[in-house]
């Protein structure tokens, strides 16, 4: 089963948990506002649907906006193909994500064995997640011999 979803807007990297002298443990306003957004879009996309089972393999592609300070050039190369390669972490981006989707999507994200992440430059920026289960037939050595053949053609 696949399950995928869009999240608008520039991709928000999971900021580092606070903790209260209390011991209460909050994130930022920024982080806590785009994981509830997440959360929005992932029950939409799951419908009323049972939870996933089993091992699952999480895609997100995290699209960024290209600065508006950058020169026609390089932004003509950054919407053709540009990897992003500063700022904003894209394993922060998919924790916030995974977290997010806990109970929602999957009952835990420690059922997420598979975790493919990127980033690139966007005219629309957004996040786009997709969800599957794994089971025998797209066993580990399957799914890295296949992304080993992507990135050898040099496609995304």
């Known amino acids: 089963m696949l399950i995928s979803f869009e999240i608008p807007g520039e991709p928000v990297p999971q900021g580092r948990p606070r903790v ?4 209460i443990t909050y994130y930022d306003a920024k982080t806590k506002a785009y994981r509830e957004l997440v959360k929005q879009c992932a029950t939409i996309a799951q419908a009323g ?6 091992a699952l ?6 699209e960024f906006p290209v600065p508006e300070s950058w020169p026609k050039y390089k932004k003509q190369a950054a919407l053709h193909g540009q990897w992003h390669t500063s700022r904003k972490d894209v394993d922060n981006v ?15 994200d ?3 064995a598979v975790v493919i992440g990127t980033k690139c430059y966007s005219s629309e920026p ?11 037939i ?3 050595r399957w799914l890295i011999a296949n992304l080993r053949r992507t990135v050898e053609a040099g496609t995304r």
């Not at 393999?57 to 995290?62: E, G, K, Q």
């Not at 786009?128 to 025998?136: A, C, M, Q, T, W």
């Open 94 to 108: 998919v924790k916030a994500v995974s977290d997010s989707c806990n109970g929602i999507i999957y009952d835990d």
């Open 110 to 112: 420690s059922q997420i």
């Open 126 to 136: 957004k996040t786009k997640v997709s969800i599957y289960e794994l089971n025998e």
């Open 49 to 54: 649907r049972e939870s996933l089972l089993g």
């Open 20 to 23: 209260t002298r209390a011991g």
């Open 138 to 140: 797209n066993n580990p």
């Open 57 to 62: 393999a999480m895609i997100v592609d995290c």
